[in-house]
């Protein structure tokens, strides 16, 4: 079901990750590792080019540090990649596939999230009788357990729309992913009212890429790109039982420029709304 698709870290009702007793022991590495080298917060903040009070809330295990805050902490505090193999141990609740961890770990603070699919509804927008219906076909078998944590985690992950309103979503999704009727008529009907009812949200911006289109900026396959509160860009490129994070800015900025061509490819926002309701109604 994909790593987006099989999803994330449980959030808690904040919409930021709930204090674990893993963030807590690796808040406290960093603490001990920087009072070791002698820095106060301030200090390691200005090296690593994140806030005190982002090194503080991760120190007192209130929030995710994402892949660029331990990749600097470490550099700054000696480079022994200790932290590295600890955040690995961050974030490993049902549901989330381990390729998928790093890029959980950003987007849960992400300011900006933007997603291209062409394989399936993403699982922010996915329902829950779309998400079993996809778990019908899975391979190896899933059993009750697994269908159940796998939801789960989906239903606190699609949180973050409601819960980050500052946060900027948006989403360009193929048309034949509604075509497609995954789960039979009632599935996509319900499916379909769930992606309407999300469009209305003032963070949230979905557009449908239509089945005939001349030009198309995206034949290379899905991608999602994130902005962290620290205005570094991410890209995120998934393919079966794999995922790549992509930190290269010269790489991102290419992908950037793709999503931002789709985007006036694709239907705009009202008239995406329209396709939709008409596909609804022809069901």
């Keep these: 079901m994909g790593a987006d698709n099989s999803d994330m870290a449980v959030l808690g ?57 331990v990749e600097g902490v470490d550099r700054a505090l000696g480079g022994t990649r200790a932290l590295l193999a600890a955040a690995q141990h961050l ?26 699919e062409c394989r ?36 606190a992950r699609q949180r973050l729309l409601h819960e980050r309103p500052h946060t900027a979503f948006g989403f360009i999704l193929e048309e034949q992913l509604f075509v497609r009727s995954t789960g039979g008529a009632g599935v996509t009907r319900g499916l379909i009212d769930h992606v309407l009812e999300i469009s209305e949200l003032r963070n949230v911006e979905i557009q449908v890429m239509p089945l005939v289109q001349a030009s198309h900026s995206g034949l290379a396959g899905p991608m999602q790109l994130l902005e962290t509160p620290e205005a570094k860009w991410f890209a995120y490129n998934e393919g079966q039982e794999s995922g790549l994070l992509i930190t290269d800015p010269k790489v991102v900025s290419v992908l950037q420029r793709r999503y931002a061509r789709m985007r006036s490819q694709a239907l705009t926002m009202r008239d995406s709304v329209g396709l939709l309701k008409r596909m609804r109604g022809d069901l």
Excluded: C, N
Aim: proline share 5%; hydrophobic share 40%.
């Design 13 to 69: 009702g904040s919409g930021e990750p709930e204090v674990s007793d893993s963030l807590r022991t690796f808040g406290a590495m960093v603490q001990a590792l920087r009072e070791h080298a002698g820095l106060g917060r301030e200090q390691l903040a200005e090296s690593i080019g994140y806030s005190k009070h982002m090194v503080a809330s991760v120190e007192q295990g209130r929030r995710l540090p994402d892949t660029a805050f």
């Design 120 to 155: 399936m509804i993403p699982g922010l927008l996915q329902t829950e009788a779309y998400l079993r219906s996809m778990a019908a076909d899975q391979l190896p078998p899933m059993d009750d357990r697994q269908i159940e944590e796998r939801w789960a985690a989906r239903a």
């Design 91 to 116: 974030g490993r609740q049902p549901g989330l596939a381990a390729w998928f961890r790093k890029w959980a770990r950003l987007e849960a603070t992400a300011i900006t999230l933007y997603t291209y």
